[in-house]
């Protein structure tokens, strides 16, 4: 066996095997049953972004350590089919907490998420405190909410099958990424029950007037409005997270106020690699 396949065999065993370390954030090592509380306590957390419906590709990712493994149930190649098999891949190696972006601030789609064994929901496109309180709802039973207690699901297989318990276990996070919702930021931050914010900084730049993400025009604006968004987050007491484009840019946000960075994506990275490889190649 050559140098290279073995490094390479190797390093597929230590995969195999459960690393022991990993990338580990400020906030410590990887803990699913642990992440809702240490969301809510503002710890600084990392996270990483699923696009692609490729369930052994999503567990190889989820056994790195990242804190959470956020799955694009918006923009992403899966659909709501896809969702279980993606908390069961995210949850196989016990290392990180799945949580899934929904469509929409859709009761239902939240309801489904969740009985998917989403640790949380990330959801998109909220322009008030109104459409941040459905979605709080959503996410919690009688008497605070509107979810329906699922019976047996994967939600009852990791979380039990207590109603306060669940709640306890699982996080609502709304997007700011639009102008209604900077309009309405202080609110929408104090709304009761929202544990978390996050920035999508592509429609966010939209919003401002970009015309399109990376924009140089709206630079400045979109860097102050960021800032604005932190500092409202931390008023309100609620997590502040952004999607970063790689982990040096997650690691310069939490170092603003930012309290968890999401690191790009997998159909990103996995482009990126082969054009990489190919370039090598051919040099």
Known sequence: MSTAAGSAAGAAGAA???????????????????????????????????????????????????????????????????????????????????LIRVPSVDPVAIGTALDSGARGVVVPMVGDARDAAVAVAACRHWPTGTRSLSGPVRAELRMGSVPAELDAAAVCIVMIETAAALENLEAICATPGLDAVYIGP??????????????????????????????????????????????????????????????????????????DHLAAARA
């Open 202 to 275: 592509a429609d966010l730049s939209v919003a401002l007037g970009a015309r399109c993400f990376g924009d140089p025009a709206v630079k400045a604006d979109l860097e102050a409005a960021l800032r604005r968004v932190t500092a409202a987050a931390e008023e309100a007491g609620i997590a502040c997270g952004i999607h970063c484009l790689d982990g040096a840019s997650a690691a310069e946000r939490l170092g603003e106020g930012f309290t968890f960075a999401t690191v790009s994506s997998d159909i990103t990275h996995l482009q990126q690699a082969a054009a």
């Open 16 to 98: 195999d095997s459960g690393p022991p370390g990993g990338p580990a954030s400020p906030g410590g090592p990887a803990s699913p049953e642990d992440f809702a509380r240490r969301l809510r306590a503002r710890q600084p957390l990392i996270g990483y972004w699923i696009a692609c419906d490729n369930p052994v590709g999503t567990e190889r990712i989820a056994s790195l350590g990242y804190d959470y493994i956020g799955v694009d149930g918006q923009h992403g190649v899966m659909h709501q089919p896809g969702w279980q098999a993606a908390m069961m891949a995210v949850d196989a190696r016990g290392r990180s907490a799945g």
